[in-house]
């Protein structure tokens, strides 16, 4: 496999998340079917969380093994240690920040009168919790996006190390995990009952699926474990975040279901990791 077909096959696993996102041009009116597709977004979000948070931490320990037992040095797991706690911060926070901006950003909102024009205000509530809806999907999309450069990085580092059928197989793996992603952006539009536009849905594809053809480019180039552990960091942030976002959404359409959708979304998210389990990635 030459370095720009495996390049090739890393941009295809990143787009197979283009096949779940259609799921955003579908309008759920039931408030039960709006607290599942929310649920199992969620529930999706939630296994990510975990098993970047995993891959994440496993350099910083190896670090401060290799330094214990004075194989390596402190201040490389200084280095990573930072890495870390500093990625997982900004993923974290910079979304709040930047929605608060965002909503400082807007003009407020003051009552019309009554009538036809409070009829108005109702349809400018429903343009806020529209666009509220959209830009999450689109945090979704961006956390999503660290991750999967992050795996990029995976498949171009097994081709550059010369495991060929590793990196085939992960690409086999990535691109089935990339599909159920798309599930996890379009959820909180189905929550708001938001039918998302086609240009929303590509360009949401491209951010989130688009990474692993970059990172798929880098790792093919070069190794930096510093690169990797603060991608992952950075999208289990960005994921924590926008599951603090989703779950208060899910109470309020339906507790019952939403607990339901995020066992769903979990086992989902764990049954399609065990391609890339079995592919030894």
Request: hydrophobic share 55%; proline share 3%; glycine share 18%.
């Amino acid at each position: 496999m030459t370095t720009s077909q495996t390049v090739l096959l890393g941009a295809i696993a990143g787009l197979t998340i283009f096949l779940g996102l259609p799921l955003g041009r579908v309008r759920a009116h039931a408030v039960r079917g709006r607290a599942f597709l929310n649920a199992v977004s969620a529930g999706i979000l939630v296994f990510l969380l975990f098993d970047i948070l995993a891959h994440a931490t496993e350099p910083v320990e190896e670090a401060l093994t290799q330094a214990k037992d004075g194989t390596g040095g402190w201040g490389r797991f200084a280095g990573l240690g930072l890495v870390y706690v500093l990625g997982f911060g900004v993923g974290l926070l910079a979304l709040f920040y930047l929605g608060r901006m965002w909503a400082r950003g807007r003009p407020p909102r003051t009552s019309i009168g009554p009538g036809a024009m409070a009829t108005a205000e109702a349809d400018l509530g429903t343009s806020t919790a529209r666009t509220a809806a959209l830009r999450t999907g689109m945090a979704i999309a961006a956390g999503i996006g660290l991750h999967n450069f992050s795996e990029g990085l995976a498949i171009g580092q097994a081709a550059h190390s010369g495991a060929i059928s590793l990196a085939a197989l992960l690409i086999i793996g990535f691109a089935l995990h990339n599909t159920t992603e798309g599930f996890g952006i379009v959820g909180p539009l189905a929550a708001a009952g938001v039918r998302a536009s086609w240009g929303w849905l590509a360009l949401a594809g491209l951010v989130g699926g688009g990474p692993t053809f970059l990172g798929t480019v880098v790792g093919t180039s070069f190794e930096s474990e510093f690169l990797f552990v603060g991608c992952l960091a950075l999208a289990a942030g960005a994921i924590l975040y926008v599951i603090g976002e989703l779950l208060p959404a899910g109470r309020r359409l339906s507790w019952e279901i939403t607990l339901w959708g995020l066992l769903a979304g979990v086992v989902l998210g764990v049954g399609t990791d065990m391609v890339i389990a079995v592919a030894g990635g």
